[in-house]
Nanobody
Framework: QVQLVESGGGSVQTGDSLKLACSVSGRASRGYAMAWFRRTPGKEREFVSSISWDSGNMNYGAFVQGRFTISRDDNNNTMYLQMDNLKPEDTAVYFC?????????????WGQGTQVTVSS
């Protein structure tokens, strides 16, 4: 059974940084696309960033504007999201997701989320 567990969330101030981690168990992370999404109350789930199965392709939501960096360490079955210059509008629950098949962008596995709160 594949499980994803996020960590690294917290409460910070405007301009601060956080690094989220997504630990994968039950399967190796290598070879599968992974992504970060976020959700705020009253809003739909929003795409944050994705990284391809071979780390050759990274994508970001338009709102990121160079502030976030996605990466992965397949030797440790972990994906990361470095978030810099955080803004109050980045406040959300951040979820990681993993594809169910290799070379697929369909995310079949999801974590429970980690709260990020940015105060002004």
């Amino acid at each position: 059974q594949v499980q994803l567990v996020e960590s690294g969330g917290g409460s910070v101030q405007t301009g601060d940084s956080l690094k989220l981690a997504c630990s994968v168990s039950g399967r190796a992370s290598r070879g599968y696309a992974m992504a970060w999404f976020r959700r705020t109350p009253g809003k739909e789930r929003e795409f944050v960033s994705s990284i391809s199965w071979d780390s050759g392709n990274m994508n970001y939501g338009a709102f990121v504007q160079g502030r976030f960096t996605i990466s992965r360490d397949d030797n440790n079955n972990t994906m990361y999201l470095q978030m810099d210059n955080l803004k109050p509008e980045d406040t959300a629950v951040y979820f990681c997701a993993a594809a169910g098949r290799t070379m697929s962008w369909r995310y079949d596995y999801w974590g429970q989320g980690t709260q990020v709160t940015v105060s002004s």
